[in-house]
Structures are given as C-alpha cells and as structure tokens.
C-alpha cells in the first residue's frame, strides 16, 4: 500500500474518487491499468488547508472533520474550493491506535 491513500468528495454526491500514490521509482513509467475504470492521473502543485483527526475513517466522521475546517477557515477569512474536499488516510487498515486522517480543501488561488 502506498501512502496518503486520498479520496475526492463532492458535496452531495454519494460518489467518490479514490486515489493512490504512484512511489516515486515507478512515476516515469507506471503500468498501465488492466480495468477501464482505473486511470492515472497526475496531480499537480497544489496548496490545501489541512485538519488532522485520529482513528478509523467513516464518512460521517469525514463530512464532520470537513464542517469544522470549512467553519474554521470562514471564520478565518480564507478562500477554498467549498464544493468538495478531499481525505486522506496514511496508515494501514491493520494499525488499530495511533491513526493519522487528513481531511483537505484546496485554496482558492
């Protein structure tokens, strides 16, 4: 597994883009994906505004840890994309304590 493994959520969408980290020896030349709805995308710079939680990731506990950075960052005066946020897990689905969650949105440039 590679690491942060991001997901893309839409704000009222029930679907989702799951993304994994191509490892660096391999982002040349990655092999090509064997399923139509797999692809490679490269993501560009970009600058996101973090909130960091612990444990296990479920999707109401995604969209809230999303309220509260969106909340904060509004009552702060920041620019985001607010109409989607992405997650991301770094730690195996095996590791029981001590797990590191992001939830990210994009700053307006």
Request: hydrophobic share 35%.
């Amino acid at each position: 597994m590679t690491i942060p493994v991001l997901k893309l959520v839409t704000h009222g969408s029930t679907s989702y883009t799951v993304s994994f980290f191509v490892p660096f020896l391999h982002q040349s030349s990655p092999l090509a994906p064997s399923e139509e709805e797999v692809i490679i995308e490269e993501k560009g710079e970009m600058t996101v505004f973090v909130r960091c939680f612990g444990g296990f990731v479920r999707g109401d506990k995604n969209s809230g840890e999303a309220r509260l950075l969106a909340e904060s960052l509004k009552r702060d005066g920041k620019s985001f994309q607010e109409d989607f946020y992405y997650t991301a897990g770094y730690d195996s689905p095996f590791k029981l304590l001590n797990r590191h969650n992001e939830v990210w949105y994009l700053k307006k440039n």
